[in-house]
Antibody, heavy 124, light 112 residues
Framework: EVQLVESGGGLVQPGGSLRLSCAAS????????MSWVRQAPGEGLEWVST????????YYVDSVKGRFTISRDNSKNTLFLQMNSLRAEDTAVYYC?????????????????WGKGTTVTVSS | QSVLTQPPSVSGAPGQRVTISCTGS?????????VHWYQQLPGTAPKLLIY???NRPSGVPDRFSGSKSGTSASLAISGLQAEDEANYYC????????????FGGGTKLTVL
């Protein structure tokens, strides 16, 4: 069974740091790009970051560039999100998601498996 | 503001058919990137509902269908059931910023 399990969330003060982890199982981890998507309380989904299967390419939403770093350890089937200089607006449930991407008639990038999420609260 | 625009809410009675629109622009849907849809039941993680504009993953009922035309896409749900009450999100890729996956703001479906 394909499974993603996030951990590492918690309460942190503004300006603080947190490192999220996502343990993957049931698929060949290194063959897939992985993403983090967040959802602020009562709000919609927001894509945060994606990393390629090899780890050689990474992408970020503008609001987290320079503060968050996505990485992966393919030997341990684990995805990470290092979050520094946290702000109140980073408060959200953070989901880890497996991405399917490619080209057929057109390019496609979608998330076919999601974890249950881990909650990050930034507050003093 | 979300890059993809969805109506905040739609509603329908059991058995009816509803549609949810997703409007983008020339840098995402209009550029040819596929549209995908997710269903988020209350208190749960999102679940892939439609991928590649109109394809259903295994296990998704054929009451759910998707289409795309120009700079817009639509999700149709026929034979509404109480358990369809959820938030629905469209998602695509935007070429204006490298690597940007983009979501719609979400649509709350209420089954009357």
């Amino acid at each position: 069974e394909v499974q993603l399990v996030e951990s590492g969330g918690g309460l942190v003060q503004p300006g603080g740091s947190l490192r999220l982890s996502c343990a993957a199982s049931g698929f060949t981890f290194s063959s897939y790009a992985m993403s983090w998507v967040r959802q602020a309380p009562g709000e919609g989904l927001e894509w945060v970051s994606t990393i390629s299967g090899s780890g050689g390419g990474s992408y970020y939403v503008d609001s987290v560039k320079g503060r968050f770093t996505i990485s992966r350890d393919n030997s341990k089937n684990t995805l990470f999100l290092q979050m520094n200089s946290l702000r109140a607006e980073d408060t959200a449930v953070y989901y880890c998601a497996k991405e399917v991407s490619g080209w057929q008639v057109s390019y496609y990038y979608y998330m076919d498996v999601w974890g249950k999420g881990t909650t990050v609260t930034v507050s003093s | 503001q979300s890059v993809l625009t969805q109506p905040p809410s739609v509603s329908g009675a059991p058995g009816q058919r509803v549609t949810i629109s997703c409007t983008g622009s020339s840098s995402n849907i209009g550029a040819g990137y596929d549209v995908h849809w997710y269903q988020q039941l209350p208190g749960t993680a999102p679940k892939l509902l439609i991928y590649g504009n109109s394809n259903r993953p295994s296990g998704v009922p054929d009451r759910f269908s998707g289409s795309k035309s120009g700079t817009s896409a639509s999700l149709a749900i026929s034979g509404l059931q109480a358990e369809d009450e959820a938030n629905y999100y469209c998602q695509s890729y935007d070429s204006s910023l490298t690597g940007s996956r983009v979501f719609g703001g979400g649509t709350k479906l209420t089954v009357l």
